[in-house]
């Protein structure tokens, strides 16, 4: 055992640095991290892919990043957040990872220019939020589209009547799906955006009585 880990094994020592010192708790073993912005060893090179001469501790995996980030001038800088986001499998863990380094390192630099690059960053995220959004909603209205359609295509072949027990029957079981599709999609975006813009509150389709289940088979004869 190294001498430093002995001394941060005794909870009295191990304190009583933090308080002279500081304390870090980052492993010490080089390349443990989640490679948000993808990385390469050997000879730095002028594209977008971070370079190191070995395997980086964390620290100066992250430090890095944003090193890099502050060496590009307006809408390159964009490109090169554009270039990691779009290869990180996990698009909503990546903008989260990016917004909470951007605050952190926002209230703690005290270079304008720098704070400048930090804000088009923030602006970067935002944008790709609401893109991921408006991209679930147009998934959202497709599969609605899509439910509906099937039902309305399963009526006409079963030749159903507004008044009959099969036609309650279709009906409740589009607006089941269609409740389950919403409730999963709502739960997908609460996950990945609940620390960026907040949380969504998911809801739950019903039809309570006759009146509305009649109102849904109007809708299907109108469509």
Not at 10 to 27: C, P, Q, V
Not at 56 to 72: A, D, T
Not at 94 to 100: K, T, V
């Amino acid at each position: 055992m190294k001498w430093k880990d002995r001394l941060l094994t005794n909870f009295f020592l191990r304190n009583a640095i933090a308080d002279i010192w500081g304390r870090s708790e980052y492993s010490r073993t080089r390349g443990n991290f989640t490679p948000y912005f993808q990385y390469r060893i050997g000879t730095f090179q002028k594209d977008e892919y971070l370079y190191f001469s070995k395997e980086p501790y964390i620290v100066q995996y992250k430090n890095e990043i944003f090193n890099k980030l502050c060496g590009y001038v307006g809408y390159d800088a964009i490109k090169y957040l554009d270039f990691h986001y779009s290869s990180f499998p996990d698009s909503w863990e990546f903008l989260r990872f990016l917004e909470y380094e951007i605050a952190e390192r926002i209230k703690t630099t005290p270079s304008k220019s720098r704070l400048a690059k930090y804000q088009v960053a923030q602006g970067c995220v935002s944008e790709k939020v609401q893109e991921l959004k408006a991209q679930q909603q147009n998934q959202l209205k497709q599969d609605i589209h899509d439910e509906v359609q099937a039902g309305i295509e399963l009526i006409v072949q079963a030749h159903l009547t507004p008044s009959s027990k099969e036609l309650e029957d279709q009906v409740d079981a589009i607006t089941r799906r269609l409740t389950e599709k919403v409730e999963n999609l709502l739960d997908e975006t609460e996950k990945g955006i609940r620390n960026i813009t907040g949380s969504f509150v998911t809801g739950n389709i019903q039809l309570n009585n006759r009146i509305h289940k009649e109102k849904m088979v109007q809708l299907f004869i109108l469509l």
